[in-house]
C-alpha cells in the first residue's frame, strides 16, 4: 500500500485492450435496494419495540419508516450526482446503523420516560428528537461535503490549514473555562445554550487530511534508514520529531482534557498512518513502546487514569460505585446471552449512559450475540470498503486519507466495544452512527462523504480513453519502413 | 404481547438482519474482480487474458494475421526465432519484418518476447517491446505485417 503511484501508472498508459469496453457496473442500484432492505429493518425494529413495549402500532410508524427512507434516498441521489461511482456497501451500512442506534434510542426514552412516570417525577426530555435532527443535520454536511469536494486531491492543498484548524479545535475546551467545556469530568465540549459539541471528532478529520498530506509529501524522509538493529531498521532520531509531536499532543489532551479515548485514538491514527506511508515496522515498535511509556506515566500520574484501570481489573470490587456502570452492561450482555431478550423487552435503561457510551449493551441485551455479531459485521464491510478504496485509488494522499479515516473508525469501535465487554480498560468514546451524540454523528457523516468521494475516484472508469476507434491491430500505424529492393535494411 | 410472538418476531428480526449482511457480504464477493480495484493493481493490459494465464501455461503458437495467418508451432522448451532468415523457427515471408525479429522464450512458467533490433519493431499488443516482455495468454505480438498469439 506504501509505494502506491509507481507501479500503477504503467497501467494506465496502455490503452484498455477490449475494443468496446462494456460500462462498468456503478452500483447505485444495490445501493437503493439496500437502503430499502435497511428501512424495512429498521421500521421493524422500532414496530418491535413499540409492541413489546405495549405502545399502540398505529400507521405513524410507517410514517417514520418513510421518512427514514426519503432522508436516505435524499443522500442516495445526492451520491448519484456527485459520486456516480462510489462505493454501494458504505452508505446502506450507515443508514442501517444509525436507523438502528435511532430506534434503541427511542427504546430507551421510553424506559425512562416509564421509570419518571413510576416515580412521579417529570418526564425527562425525550433524545430521540434531538437525534433525529443530528442525523438530519449530519445527511447534509454529508450531501455538502459530496458536492464541495469533488476531488479529494484538493484537500491536500489545504493540509497546513487542516492541520492548524484541527489543533484548535482539539485544544480549544482544554482552554476553555470548565463551566463551558466540562461535562462528567472531561473537559471535551464546547457549550453555548442547550447544544453541545465536542470539537474533537471533527478535529479527527482535520488531523487525518493533515497527516496524509504531510506524509506523502515527507514520505522519503521518514523511509530514510537510520541504524539497523536485530535486523530492522531504525528511523534516524530527528525523523521521530512528528511521532513525538503526535505523542505530546495525546499525552496533553489526557492532562488537560482527562480524556482517555481521544488521546488513545490520536495516537494511533498518527502511527498507523506513519506506517502505511513508510513501511516499516520499527515505526510501529517505536510508536508501541512511546504508547507503553505514555501509559505507564498516565497511570501514576492520573488519578482517573488509574480509576479506570482498577474498574477494568475488577468491576465487581466496588459495584455499587465506580464499577456499576461496566458491571451492569456485563450483566446486560449476559442476560442477552445468544439470542437476546427481543426488542423493547429488556431492560437496557438499567446503565447509566445506556443511550450513548454503552449502547452497544443495550443492543447486546435485546439482540444477543447473533444480533452484535450482524452490526459488528455491518461495521467490518464499512471498514474494509475504506480500505479496499485506499488500495484501489491511484494517488498516494488519496490512499493514505482514506487509510487514516477507515481506520480511525475502526479503532474507535474497538476502543467501544473492547471497553464496554470489558477487553480493555473503558475509555469514553462513542460507537460511530449507533451512540447518541450530535458531533459524532455530524462528523462521522462528513468523513463518510470523504471516502465515498476516494471510492468514487478508485472505481470511476480512467478518463484518459481514446475518443476515436482505434485501427484493427494489424493496420495499426507504426513507423513502417519499406524494405529496399537489395532487401538488405532489415538485416540488423 | 403474547410469548410465542414475541419469540417469533425476535427470531424473524435476527433473521432479517443477517440477511442484510449477507446480502451485503454477496456485493463484496461479485465485486471482488468486476470494479476497479484488482484491475490497476495488475501491471499490463489484457486483464482477461491475464487472469486465464495465470492457471495455465501455453503450448502453441498461432499465427492470427499476416502471409502465414494460420499456421501453428507446438512450443516446448526451446526458444522460437522469428524472422525472414533461414533458420528461424518461424520463416516470415514479410516485407516489414527484419531478418532477425524477435525471440520468444521461456523462462520458468511464463513466455517472453525480446526484440533482437528490428527495424520495424516489435509490439505486444499495442505497446512497442523494448526489453524482455512477459507474454500473456492471447495476447496479440505484431512483427511487421504479422500477429502471433500464444495458445493453451
Redesign the interface.
Given at each position: 500500500m506504501a509505494a502506491p503511484g509507481n507501479?500503477?501508472g504503467?497501467?494506465?498508459a496502455?490503452?484498455?485492450?477490449?475494443p468496446a469496453p462494456s460500462p462498468?457496473?456503478t452500483?447505485r442500484g444495490?445501493e437503493l435496494v439496500?437502503l430499502a432492505?435497511?428501512a424495512?429493518?429498521v421500521t421493524?425494529?422500532l414496530a418491535?419495540v413499540e409492541?413489546?413495549q405495549?405502545q399502540e402500532l398505529t400507521r405513524a410508524l410507517l410514517y417514520v419508516g418513510a421518512a427514514y427512507l426519503g432522508l436516505f434516498t435524499a443522500a442516495h441521489l445526492a451520491v448519484r450526482r456527485w459520486a456516480p461511482y462510489a462505493d454501494?456497501?458504505i452508505l446502506?451500512?450507515v443508514a442501517?446503523l444509525n436507523g438502528l442506534g435511532l430506534v434503541m434510542i427511542h427504546r430507551l426514552d421510553l424506559a425512562s420516560s416509564d421509570r419518571a412516570a413510576l416515580l412521579g417525577s417529570d418526564a425527562p426530555s425525550a433524545l430521540l428528537g434531538r437525534q433525529v435532527a443530528w442525523t438530519t443535520i449530519g445527511l447534509a454536511l454529508f450531501v455538502a461535503v459530496l458536492a464541495i469536494v469533488r476531488d479529494h486531491r484538493v484537500l491536500s492543498r489545504y493540509a497546513y490549514t487542516a492541520g492548524f484548524a484541527g489543533l484548535i479545535l482539539l485544544a480549544l475546551p482544554g482552554l476553555l473555562p470548565s463551566s463551558i467545556s466540562e461535562v462528567n469530568g472531561a473537559k471535551l465540549w464546547i457549550r453555548f445554550g442547550g447544544v453541545g459539541l465536542q470539537p474533537g471528532e471533527f478535529a479527527k478529520i482535520l488531523l487525518i487530511v493533515f497527516f496524509a498530506a504531510f506524509l506523502v509529501q515527507k514520505r522519503e524522509l521518514f523511509s530514510t534508514a537510520g541504524r539497523r538493529v536485530l535486523g530492522m531498521e531504525l528511523p534516524r532520531a530527528r525523523d521521530l520529531a512528528p511521532l513525538l509531536v503526535a505523542w505530546g499532543l495525546s499525552v496533553g489532551v489526557l492532562v488537560f482534557e482527562r480524556d482517555l479515548g481521544t488521546s488513545l485514538l490520536f495516537f494511533g491514527i498518527v502511527l498507523v498512518l506513519l506506517y502505511a506511508a513508510t513501511e516499516r515496522v520499527s515505526w510501529l515498535i517505536i510508536g508501541l513502546s512511546f504508547f507503553v511509556a505514555g501509559s505507564v506515566i498516565a497511570y501514576n500520574l492520573f488519578n482517573h487514569v488509574r480509576v479506570r484501570v482498577q474498574i477494568w481489573l475488577d468491576p465487581f470490587a466496588d459495584f455499587s460505585g465506580s464499577g456499576y456502570q461496566i458491571g451492569q452492561a456485563l450483566f446486560g450482555l449476559g442476560t442477552g446471552g445468544v439470542?437476546?431478550?427481543?426488542?423493547g423487552?429488556g431492560r437496557p435503561d438499567l446503565v447509566p449512559y445506556a443511550e450513548s457510551d454503552f449502547i452497544w449493551s443495550s443492543l447486546g441485551e435485546e439482540?444477543?450475540l447473533?444480533?452484535l455479531a450482524?452490526?459488528l459485521?455491518?461495521y467490518l464491510?464499512l471498514i474494509?470498503?475504506g480500505l479496499?478504496s485506499a488500495?484501489?485509488v491511484?494517488d498516494s494522499f488519496g490512499k493514505l486519507l482514506a487509510t487514516g479515516l477507515s481506520f480511525a473508525m475502526a479503532m474507535q469501535i474497538f476502543v467501544v466495544i473492547g471497553g464496554v465487554t470489558k477487553l480493555i480498560p473503558l475509555t469514553g468514546l462513542t460507537l460511530p452512527f449507533l451512540s447518541y451524540g450530535g458531533s459524532s454523528l455530524v462528523a462521522n457523516y462528513a468523513l463518510v462523504a470523504l471516502l465515498l468521494r476516494i471510492s468514487n475516484a478508485?472505481?470511476?472508469?480512467l478518463t484518459r480513453r481514446p475518443a476515436h476507434p482505434?485501427p484493427p491491430?494489424?493496420e495499426?500505424s507504426?513507423?513502417?519502413?519499406?524494405?529496399p529492393a537489395s532487401g538488405q535494411?532489415?538485416?540488423? | 404481547m403474547p410469548e410465542l410472538v414475541l419469540q417469533l418476531t425476535r427470531a424473524g428480526f435476527l433473521a432479517l438482519l443477517w440477511l442484510f449482511v449477507l446480502v451485503a457480504l454477496r456485493v463484496v464477493r461479485s465485486d471482488l474482480y468486476a470494479a476497479s480495484g484488482l484491475r490497476a493493481i495488475l501491471p499490463g493490459g489484457g486483464r482477461t487474458a491475464m487472469r486465464a494465464g495465470r492457471s495455465r501455461t501455453a503450448r502453441q503458437l498461432l499465427v492470427t494475421h499476416g502471409p502465414l495467418a494460420g499456421s501453428r508451432i507446438s512450443l516446448d522448451s526451446r526458444p522460437i526465432l522469428i524472422g525472414r532468415a533461414d533458420d528461424s523457427t518461424l520463416k516470415l515471408d514479410d516485407d516489414y519484418a527484419s531478418t532477425r525479429h524477435a525471440r520468444i522464450a521461456q523462462q520458468g512458467e511464463e513466455w517472453y518476447v525480446e526484440d533482437l533490433g528490428s527495424t520495424n519493431g516489435t509490439y505486444l499488443d499495442r505497446a512497442k517491446v523494448t526489453g524482455p516482455t512477459r507474454v500473456p495468454l492471447g495476447v496479440p505480438v505484431r512483427i511487421g505485417k504479422t500477429v502471433i498469439e500464444l495458445r493453451s
Open positions: 507501479s500503477v504503467s497501467a494506465q496502455q490503452a484498455p485492450d477490449t462498468l457496473p452500483g444495490i439496500l432492505f435497511a424495512v429493518l421493524g425494529a418491535l409492541a413489546n405495549e454501494p456497501l446502506p451500512s442501517l439470542g437476546g431478550t427481543g426488542l423487552a439482540l444477543g447473533i444480533g450482524a452490526i459485521i455491518v464491510v474494509t470498503r479496499r488500495l484501489a491511484r478508485a472505481r470511476a472508469p482505434q491491430l494489424a495499426a507504426t513507423e513502417l519502413v519499406q524494405r535494411a532489415g538485416r540488423p | -
